[in-house]
């Protein structure tokens, strides 16, 4: 992780992030529900955040999480598009 952030290297960087705390989680849970749907719509990486309030992917351009954020609406879920700073 550390060497994919030195070099901006988005691959190297999804790649290496893990949850521990997802090994607690029953894989029949809407965290694995979630982190399923965002892969399958193009994410790089996903995963919860923290003890498990979210669920997050990480996309290599715009267009391809504004495509996941628009596949997601209507689910159930609150479903957020961000970008980091």
Not at 24 to 47: C, H, K, Q, W
Request: hydrophobic letters at 45%.
């Amino acid at each position: 992780l550390t060497a994919g952030l030195a070099h901006g290297d988005l691959q190297e960087i999804t790649a290496n992030l893990y949850n521990t705390f997802e090994a607690v989680i029953p894989t029949e849970s809407d965290v694995f529900t979630i982190r399923a749907a965002l892969l399958r719509y193009g994410a790089l990486n996903a995963m919860m955040s923290g003890s498990g309030s979210a669920v997050f992917g990480v996309f290599d351009t715009k267009t391809a999480a504004r495509r996941a954020y628009d596949a997601m609406q209507g689910n159930g879920w609150q479903v957020f598009l961000c970008e980091s700073v």
